[in-house]
């Protein structure tokens, strides 16, 4: 994978290729928002066995990235997005305490 | 059973409190590699590198760090002094809800359909001769305003729109006085525009508008040749018409009251300071830099396809950058798709425009009456009705009422899929206070109401620009202007 030079015009090799991550480290969720953002380069099959993701990247026609630009682009997708999920986790009961506290004097909380 | 009985108290995170501090929600953006911005519900932010928001989310940032203050009083996190934090969270996020109850304040007339001009990106004018046809009716006014009266924003503004309104002058005065005579009984704060070409802007209509204090928008897409080029008029005269037009207003009902719009179209593109100039010259101080919408002959006419989003986003940041340094030298402009945004970045209110909105401003913040009688849920659903697509009309002023329209299902569906919190992408993202959802936009370019964000003009280009707009905050000559144009 990578650029192949003919006659001074770069032609951009768009093989699919594989990663395979653990899922102690990345959530499904996770991954799939991660392939979701990229869509525009890639498109992802995802599949999980026991404790392994795996996801075969298949670039879009009009992707102009190379192998490793695109691994670099998902993997700053994954660590963003899991760190996302962290924030979630922590604060999932403060988020709806905030929420109930907002429309308290409204109907749509009980009292 | 309601949202109260399903969370833990404050009580329960005091053991966090005692020793150290708990994360409040919020999301992130990354800007570039090493900078971030995180934002929280009531649109505060803070700018990050990756190692100090890795710090921040996994409880390890110490009190004496440099942003520690900053994220606490910035309600990012809260440690055993934040006695008040989550009461004053909760407080700002309805304050910066609260918009959504008070429900549709504009409300737009399109008093006829035709029009002197023949616009090549123009999505619905017809022919000047098609009176009878195209022009709104006495009957189709006066149920129109009833409804308007029904909504229950305490300001209303009717905006009368084209074709080219003027060429409907006794409506448009029917409507004032319709409006008015409501208005003994309703008190609403009650404010009128006419957007026109300004053709036919006659000492009638300058003295009408001065006695009811009627605002001005118009079109002004550059100089002469631009102008001329993107608005054939027959004559070969729009610009002069225009300018003549900016004058008497200027001149007969002050300076404050016109503004102008323009639309980028790919002749714009290279003629950036001369769109600007055009507009320091003819004393405008207010500029909307528009990307051309995506709807009718502007489609046909592949006017859309003749420039992508990173030119767009270049000509947008260019001509910022040479606004500010115009206002840096004295002279007062203000981009407004800049300001709506800087408002919701510096200021807790939300300025209600209705492609910033979630869930979206449609039928919300402002609805279309048509000549017709026909009602669409916003001016760009009546566009996508002019291409033969009804999906967004809500009704008609002759056969529905007020509950009718505002609770069609169709508008209901669409403001819950617009809710941009749970929509792909959107709900993690970390500009989405600023941004909003457009689900007229996505449908008609995409097909589904929510659309896919990362294949999205909208997004790119409402990331392109908070991102940047972030980036001239950060130089205090920028900021200065900036937090001048605030609304
Ligand atoms: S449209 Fe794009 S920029 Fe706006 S909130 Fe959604 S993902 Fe963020």
């Excluded at chain 2, 403001?415 to 500009?431: K, R, T, V, Y």
């Excluded at chain 2, 995409?446 to 896919?452: L, M, S, T």
Aim: glycine share 4%.
């Amino acid at each position: 994978m990578g650029f192949i030079h003919m006659n001074d015009v770069i032609i951009t090799d768009r093989s699919p290729f594989e990663l395979e991550l653990s899922l102690e480290v990345y959530s499904l969720e996770t991954c799939k928002k991660a392939c979701y953002a990229l869509m525009e380069f890639v498109s992802c099959k995802i599949s999980t066995s026991s404790d392994k993701l795996l996801i075969e990247v298949h670039p879009t026609p009009d992707c102009t990235k190379g192998e490793e630009e695109l691994k670099a682009l998902l993997f700053d997708e994954l660590l963003d997005y899991s760190l996302r999920e962290t924030i979630a986790e922590k604060t999932d009961s403060i988020r709806t305490l905030i929420l109930s506290n907002a429309f308290s004097k409204s109907k749509l909380v009980d009292s | 059973m309601g949202l109260s009985n399903k969370f833990k108290d404050l009580e329960s995170y005091s053991e966090v409190l005692s020793d150290g501090y708990q994360l409040l929600p919020f999301a992130f953006h990354k800007i570039s590699p090493d900078k971030y911005i995180a934002t929280n519900i009531v649109g505060e932010y803070l700018t990050v590198s990756r190692d100090t928001l890795k710090l921040l989310v996994n409880g390890t940032l110490l009190p004496s760090h440099p942003i520690y203050n900053d994220a606490k009083s910035k309600h990012f996190i809260m440690d055993r002094d934040s006695d008040t934090a989550l009461d004053l969270l909760a407080l700002k996020y309805r304050t910066k809800q609260h918009p959504i109850s008070e429900f549709t304040g504009l409300h737009i007339f399109v008093v006829s359909l035709r029009c002197d001009y023949t616009c090549k990106y123009c999505q619905v004018s017809r022919k000047m001769e098609d009176v009878d046809k195209f022009d709104m009716s006495e009957e189709t006014a006066r149920k129109a305003v009833a409804l308007a009266f029904e909504s229950p924003s305490k300001s209303i503004k009717i905006e009368f729109q084209g074709g080219e309104p003027l060429l409907n002058f006794p409506i448009i005065k029917f409507i004032v006085s319709e409006s008015l005579t409501l208005n003994i009984k309703e008190n609403r704060v009650l404010q009128f525009v006419i957007t026109s070409n300004l053709t036919f802007l006659s000492e009638e209509v300058l003295a009408f508008c001065k006695l009811h204090n009627i605002y001005i928008s118009t079109s002004l897409d550059g100089p002469e040749s631009i102008h001329n080029k993107n608005r054939p008029r027959p004559n070969k005269d729009g610009y002069q018409k225009t300018i003549d037009g900016i004058r008497a207003v200027q001149s007969e009902l002050g300076k404050d009251r016109i503004a102008a719009l323009m639309t980028t179209t790919s002749e714009s593109l290279s003629n950036l300071e001369g769109i600007v100039d055009e507009y320091v010259q003819n004393d405008l101080h207010a500029i909307f830099l528009r990307p051309l919408s995506p709807y009718g002959f502007a489609i046909k006419t592949k006017q859309v396809e003749k420039y992508n989003v990173d030119k767009w986003s270049n000509f947008f940041k260019q001509g910022l950058e040479y606004i500010i340094k115009l206002n840096r030298a004295g002279y007062f402009l203000r981009e407004q798709y800049t300001s709506i945004i800087l408002t919701k970045i510096l200021t807790p209110t939300d300025p209600k425009y209705v492609d910033l909105q979630s869930p979206s401003g449609i039928g919300i913040s402002a609805v279309v009456y048509n000549y017709d009688g026909d009602v669409y849920a916003s001016d760009e659903a009546r566009m996508l009705k002019e291409m033969g697509d009804e999906k967004f009309k809500l009704g008609n002023v002759h056969t529905d009422d007020y509950i009718e329209l505002f609770s069609s299902d169709i508008l209901l569906d669409t403001l819950e899929e617009s809710i941009a919190e749970s929509a792909p992408m959107c709900s993690d993202c970390g500009l989405i206070t600023y941004c909003g959802s457009d689900p007229v936009y996505h449908y008609a370019t995409q097909g589904d109401v929510v659309g896919k964000k990362p294949l999205s003009f909208y997004c790119k280009k409402n990331t392109s620009i908070i991102e940047h707009i972030f980036e001239l905050l950060e130089d205090p000559g920028s900021r200065k202007v900036l937090e001048s144009w605030v609304l």
